[in-house]
T-cell receptor, first 114, second 113 residues
Framework: EAGVVQSPRYKIIEKKQPVAFWCNPI?????LYWYRQNLGQGPELLIR????????DSQLPKDRFSAERLKGVDSTLKIQPAELGDSAVYLC????????????FGEGSWLTVV | DQQVKQNSPSLSVQEGRISILNCDYT??????FLWYKKYPAEGPTFLIS?????DKNEDGRFTVFLNKSAKHLSLHIVPSQPGDSAVYFC????????????FGQGTELSVKP
């Protein structure tokens, strides 16, 4: 069974440019997460979807970050415009519905803003 | 406010010996705890978990212990193998917050042959 798939794996952009990350969760997983991991830190939740609904976006910087999961399957996370401090690994994860289910992570999209 | 803390950024252990990774938390509302393992350039991989109603969970070479009164959990790896060398993240979850995980900063384990 395929795991969580993310693209691109690596991206280098200049500040003020836009960037987008794509995620395809594990088949059948209705819960999708975007986490951000800064160097030397643990992942931090940006947004959580239950199907196509964003049920927790309290830590998403909404002035420059946006996300969508239109059909309740794959998802896109966008940053516009990017800032130097956005350099991080953006991790997508998915799980079956319910609080007791394991969260599976993708390999991450590594962003460097120069 | 760091609700989940891993105070040791690194740990070095000899192959065959026990590795003990520690994690402290501050929020008494957490009811589920997990350990994830991360290799370089890969995403975190689920390792083992424990519910707050238990004090121990074992899976092969990996055992997690939970001390609720001390708000402390630990991961024991016995015996340690070179392939266990990775960054280990402790994470916690509140039941009423769905799947939202709060992660610690991670501990880098190095198992030397």
């Amino acid at each position: 069974e395929a795991g969580v798939v993310q693209s691109p794996r690596y991206k280098i952009i200049e500040k003020k440019q836009p960037v987008a990350f794509w995620c395809n969760p594990i088949s059948g997983h209705n819960t999708l997460y975007w986490y951000r991991q800064n160097l030397g830190q643990g992942p931090e939740l940006l947004i959580r979807y239950e199907n196509e609904e964003a049920v927790d976006d309290s830590q998403l910087p909404k002035d420059r970050f946006s996300a969508e999961r239109l059909k309740g399957v794959d998802s896109t996370l966008k940053i516009q415009p990017a800032e130097l401090g956005d350099s991080a690994v953006y991790l997508c994860a998915s799980s079956l519905g319910g609080t007791g289910n394991t969260i599976y992570f993708g390999e991450g999209s590594w962003l460097t803003v120069v | 406010d760091q609700q989940v803390k891993q105070n040791s950024p690194s740990l070095s252990v000899q192959e065959g010996r026990i590795s003990i990774l520690n994690c402290d938390y501050t929020n008494s509302m957490f009811d589920y705890f997990l350990w994830y393992k991360k290799y370089p350039a890969e995403g975190p991989t689920f390792l083992i978990s424990i519910s707050s109603i238990k004090d121990k969970n074992e899976d092969g070479r990996f055992t997690v212990f939970l001390n609720k009164s001390a708000k402390h959990l630990s991961l024991h790896i016995v015996p340690s193998q070179p392939g266990d060398s990775a960054v280990y993240f402790c994470a916690a979850r509140r039941g009423n917050q769905g799947g939202k995980l709060i992660f610690g900063q991670g501990t880098e384990l190095s198992v030397k042959p």
